[in-house]
Every structure is written in C-alpha cells, then in structure tokens.
C-alpha cells in the first residue's frame, strides 16, 4: 500500500503565503506524476498543479504565477508554494501521485492524501 501525508495547511490572511508537504511512503518504483488538487465546500474537486516525471508541469488557471509546485524524488516529498493567497483560495488540499509499484511494469496506480485545510481570511 502507498500512503501519502499531508502537513503544512492553516490559516492565513489574504496576500500570506503557506507552503504544503506531502510525504509518499510505500510500494513505489517510480512515479509518473505528482500533484495537489483542492475542493470548496459543494464544489468538484480540481486541480491545482501538477508535475510530470520529466519535470512538466500544468496548473489551474487560477493559480498561475501564485502557486509553484516542487519535489524533492531522494525524499519522497513534493510541496506546493502558495503566495499572494485569496479568500477563493481556501479549500481542502490533497495531494496525489500516480505512480508504479514495479520497474517496468506498465500498470500505473493512484493515491491521494487525507486533506489539509488552507483557509484564507480578509
């Protein structure tokens, strides 16, 4: 089983900046993509950003120039930089992978995290 753990959400005022860590643990040969995707209360999850394994990234277009995902592959680690934050930028946070559980294996397979509150205040 592949377990990823959020850390890093909280409150802050709108023009702050948070920084969210999410840990991947598990079977993992390889991932093919690391991400984080947020949901408003009574809306759809979306995406926020994501970034391949070659390094491309894609990203909503509501965070563009605000938000910047990175990833540290030695720890298993991706974070998600978020500045000059908007009160439409609280949510719940989860972040993904995709990933393979065996070299060359050509089956991929996805995991979320529980969640991490980001409230943003006026």
């Known amino acids: 089983q592949v377990q990823l753990v959020e850390s890093g959400g909280g409150l802050v005022q709108v023009g702050g900046s948070l920084t969210l860590s999410c840990v991947a643990s598990?079977?993992?040969?390889?991932?093919?993509?690391n991400g984080w995707y947020r949901q408003r209360p009574g809306e759809a999850r979306e995406l926020v950003e994501i970034?391949?394994?070659?390094?491309?990234?894609n990203y909503g277009d509501s965070v563009k120039d605000r938000f910047t995902i990175s990833r540290d592959s030695a720890k298993n680690t991706w974070y998600l930089k978020m500045n000059d934050l908007k009160a439409e930028d609280t949510a719940v946070y989860f972040c993904?992978?995709?990933?393979?559980?065996?070299?060359?294996?050509?089956?991929?397979?996805?995991?979320w995290g529980q969640g991490t509150q980001v409230t943003v205040s006026s």
């Open positions: 970034m391949a394994s070659g390094g491309g990234t």
């Open positions: 598990g079977s993992i040969s390889s991932f093919t993509a």
């Open positions: 993904n992978a995709r990933y393979r559980n065996r070299a060359f294996s050509s089956s991929q397979y996805d995991a």
